[in-house]
């Protein structure tokens, strides 16, 4: 079978500069292409850091709503510190919860981090000012 990769997500905004502020100044992805040919047509991509995946936001690029996308994840290695982050550049982020019960994983959750810090066990949501929601979940805590 030939190898499948996701390289680009689209995200439907409303106001590309107000996006594109938001998510390279709080966010902090890289801005990789920023090419619009004519006032019809806009591609801004953006790459979070250590990402193979980037995202594009822009002008006729879909017709999506905006802020229909949701739960795009964020992998992290350190889930407070991501957290914290967000909230220093004014980024409003959820409390941190984590799966439970633990090892019988049901749908449930609970306030906090996972106590082990086990691997996809840690989340905290946080939206772009046009309602696109992402969710930071923590892998690799004790690898880092």
């Known amino acids: 079978m030939a190898t ?21 100044d709080r966010v902090g992805f890289a801005l ?13 991509q953006l790459t979070p850091p250590g990402s193979g995946c980037s995202i ?8 999506a709503a905006p802020g229909s996308l ?21 980024v409003e982020v959820g409390a941190i919860r984590h799966k439970t019960p633990i090892g019988a994983w049901d749908g449930g959750f609970a306030p906090g981090l996972d106590p082990k810090r086990g691997d996809y066990a840690s989340f905290a949501d946080f ?18």
Do not use: C
């Open 4 to 24: 499948l990769s996701i390289e680009v997500i689209m995200v439907p905004v409303t106001d590309v500069e107000r996006a594109l502020r938001f998510y390279v």
């Open 32 to 44: 990789d292409v920023d090419y619009s040919p004519n006032g019809a047509f806009r591609v801004v």
């Open 56 to 63: 594009q936001i822009g002008k006729g690029l879909t017709d």
């Open 70 to 90: 949701r739960n795009t994840f964020l992998v992290v290695t350190d889930i407070e510190a991501a957290r914290s982050r967000l909230l220093e550049h004014g």
């Open 127 to 144: 939206s772009d000012p046009d309602g696109n929601r992402w969710v930071l979940q923590e892998r690799g805590y004790r690898n880092k």
